[in-house]
């Protein structure tokens, strides 16, 4: 099986020059005008620009591999994190069901608070409660899982406390955002970059950004985990590498020139009917 590592046109002129000997000079001929041909398919593919103002034709599968161990980061665990929280909780449980070495973090300064109630996933008694450290207790008695809660905002040095135990077959860290903010977007990007610049192009140690947001009745969801503006496809359809969700949309990370509702939360652009009541569960979904 050849190695994708050396999918290339040298190696397959190699290759062919190799076999010559022994498959004969036109099968090493048509050995080696394939590998050319599949090489340049391959060249002409990890160039290609997504245009991301209007939806791929066709679904792209993303690949992101196998890993030995996996970190899903949570950021923000308010209106689209709380119910974020309890998909990655099933999801953690079902993969360490299966013997898989995952954990999940969950990070938010916030406490509930009664406006909360009905609008995110929480309820009357934990009023009060940090929201992270709420969830995450839910979690390991609902599931037996390990979750761990971080009650302040999410800084710069949590994807290297966090990151996973190095393996020789390979590690993940998935950030999750569900803020409401463009300041903590911006904190996330950039400490995503330094981490993806100080870890270098590694395929045994990947950094995801998922990130989530939403307006009134409408939102979106952005994934990378490319510093590179132009994604990687392979002639296959798969996506091995996509432009960090601010790369895709650089509003995510610029403050805006009318402030976003009077610069309110999720929670009280809901009370004002500012928001639709269920926009927050559709976006966790």
């Not at 590592?5 to 020059?17: D, L, S």
């Not at 076999?19 to 060249?43: D, E, H, P, V």
């Given at each position: 099986?050849?190695?994708?590592?050396?999918?290339?046109?040298?190696?397959?002129?190699?290759?062919?020059?190799?076999?010559?000997?022994?498959?004969?000079?036109?099968?090493?001929?048509?050995?080696?005008?394939?590998?050319?041909?599949?090489?340049?398919?391959?060249?002409?593919?990890?160039?290609?620009?997504?245009?991301?103002t209007d939806p791929p034709k066709e679904p792209i599968r993303v690949e992101t591999g196998s890993f030995a161990r996996t970190v899903?980061?949570?950021?923000?665990?308010?209106?689209?994190?709380?119910?974020?929280?309890?998909?990655?909780?099933?999801?953690?449980?079902?993969?360490?069901?299966t013997g898989q070495d995952i954990r999940l973090i969950m990070i938010d300064p916030d406490q509930v608070e009664e406006k909360n109630v009905g609008r995110q996933d929480f309820c009357?008694?934990?009023?009060?409660?940090?929201?992270?450290?709420?969830?995450?207790?839910?979690y390991r008695i609902a599931y037996g899982i390990s979750v761990t809660a971080v009650v302040s905002k999410f800084e710069a040095d949590m994807l290297e406390r966090f990151r996973p135990?190095?393996?020789?077959?390979?590690?993940?860290?998935?950030?999750?955002?569900?803020?409401?903010?463009?300041?903590?977007?911006?904190?996330?990007?950039?400490?995503?970059?330094?981490?993806?610049?100080?870890?270098?192009?590694?395929?045994?140690?990947r950094i995801w950004w998922v990130d989530s947001g939403n307006e009134r009745d409408y939102g979106q969801v952005y994934v990378g985990n490319s510093l590179s503006p132009v994604p990687l496809i392979s002639p296959f359809g798969f996506a091995f590498a996509l432009p960090l969700p601010h790369?895709?949309?650089?509003?995510?990370?610029?403050?805006?020139?009318?402030?976003?509702e009077l610069d309110l939360s999720c929670a009280d652009m809901a009370l004002l009917e500012e928001q639709n009541a269920m926009i927050n569960k559709i976006m966790a979904t």
């Open positions: 099986m050849v190695n994708p590592k050396y999918f290339t046109a040298t190696y397959y002129k190699g290759w062919g020059v190799y076999w010559r000997s022994r498959l004969g000079t036109r099968t090493a001929k048509a050995l080696q005008t394939a590998g050319t041909w599949l090489a340049k398919k391959m060249q002409m593919a990890a160039t290609q620009v997504l245009n991301y899903i980061i949570l950021v923000g665990t308010g209106g689209t994190g709380s119910y974020c929280a309890r998909y990655l909780a099933q999801l953690v449980y079902t993969l360490q069901s009357l008694a934990e009023i009060g409660l940090d929201k992270a450290a709420t969830l995450a207790q839910r135990a190095p393996s020789p077959s390979g590690t993940l860290t998935v950030v999750v955002g569900a803020v409401d903010n463009w300041q903590a977007r911006r904190d996330m990007a950039e400490a995503i970059e330094t981490e993806l610049n100080r870890r270098g192009p590694n395929p045994l140690d790369l895709q949309d650089r509003t995510l990370v610029i403050k805006p020139e009318k402030p976003r």
